[in-house]
């Protein structure tokens, strides 16, 4: 059984910075696409930045040029470093990846998600 979990969420201050990390763990044998999605009240889900496994980055355009995205595939991690955080950056954040199992076709899995809250 695959399973992502996410740590360092918590509330930060309008123009803070914050850094998310996504631990892999379970019978992995390949772990393709990396990313992390966002979730704010009433709004749709969003992937707010993606990196392949040849690590090519992808971001969504509201956070361009303040988040960088890295992943560590000895580690089986994903990490988000988000900065000049902002009220509308507040959401849940979810680690998602596209994994191979052995035994299984390659599937997207998720994580739980980890809260971030952007107020004074």
């Known amino acids: 059984q695959v399973q992502l979990v996410e740590s360092g969420g918590g509330l930060v201050q309008p123009g803070g910075s914050l850094r998310l990390s996504c631990a892999a763990s379970?019978?992995?044998?390949?772990?393709?696409?990396m990313g992390w999605y966002r979730q704010a009240p009433g709004n749709q889900r969003e992937l707010v930045a993606s990196?392949?496994?040849?690590?090519?980055?992808s971001y969504v355009d509201s956070v361009r040029g303040r988040a960088f995205i890295s992943r560590d595939d000895a580690k089986k991690t994903v990490d988000l470093e988000m900065k000049n955080l902002q009220p509308e950056d507040a959401a849940v954040y979810f680690c998602?990846?596209?994994?191979?199992?052995?035994?299984?076709?390659?599937?997207?899995?998720w994580g739980k998600g980890t809260l971030v809250t952007v107020s004074s």
């Open positions: 990196i392949s496994s040849g690590g090519f980055t």
């Open positions: 379970g019978n992995i044998f390949t772990i393709k696409t």
């Open positions: 998602w990846a596209n994994i191979g199992v052995v035994g299984r076709d390659i599937d997207a899995y």
